[in-house]
């Protein structure tokens, strides 16, 4: 459990570091982009892109795009 738990971890940072010293509106990414950037990042993970695309969107909205 606890690999599992630090791999999430590590997509949410990932995820995050789109923000990281700015305004979530200053992002000129749209959510699909980070997805596609966390699948390539973490080697075509399916399971990666799922759950990045579900953090980003619980954590700014189902209509959040620049």
Known sequence: M?????YMMDIEEF??????????YDV????DEM???VGMYFKHD???KT??????TKR???DYDI
Do not use: P
Not at 28 to 31: A, L, R, V
Not at 51 to 56: D, G, I, S, V
């Open 2 to 6: 606890g690999k599992m738990k630090n």
């Open 15 to 24: 995820c995050d570091g789109y923000f990281y010293g700015g305004d979530i």
């Open 28 to 31: 000129d990414f749209t959510i």
């Open 35 to 37: 997805v596609e950037d």
């Open 46 to 48: 399916t399971m990666a």
């Open 51 to 56: 759950y990045a695309k579900t953090y980003l």
């Open 60 to 62: 700014f909205g189902e």
